[in-house]
């Protein structure tokens, strides 16, 4: 069967094809890749995996087509950028106002 293994960095993404056999699992999927040798910064252990934008663990047993893909770890939280944002918007509206 066809699937795929994703991973990117700021600059760069990586994005390979290849055909497992069937029963083949998540884990199995990305030591076949050869991704791990390419991305030495890639830890199984503790990187969370996912299968088309859905966290999935490493035991999952894969479909055809299906995209397996490692994540890094997130730089900043999100919802702290939202908030550092939202912030600004209001100083900036009630500098306008005086």
């Not at 503790?46 to 999935?56: E, M, Q, V, Y």
């Not at 999100?78 to 106002?97: D, I, N, T, Y």
């Amino acid at each position: 069967m066809n699937i795929e293994v994703a991973y990117a960095l700021e600059d760069k993404q990586t994005l390979l094809s290849l055909e497992v056999e069937e029963g083949v699992t998540l884990k199995q999927a990305i030591e076949l890749s050869g991704i791990l040798d390419s991305y030495p910064q890639i830890d199984l252990l503790k990187d969370k995996t996912g299968i088309f934008g859905k966290i999935a663990k490493l035991d999952t047993v894969l479909r055809e087509k299906d995209r397996v893909e490692i994540y890094r770890p997130l730089i900043a939280d999100p919802k702290q950028v939202r908030k550092e944002r939202a912030a600004q918007g209001k100083k900036m509206r009630s500098g306008k106002k005086t």
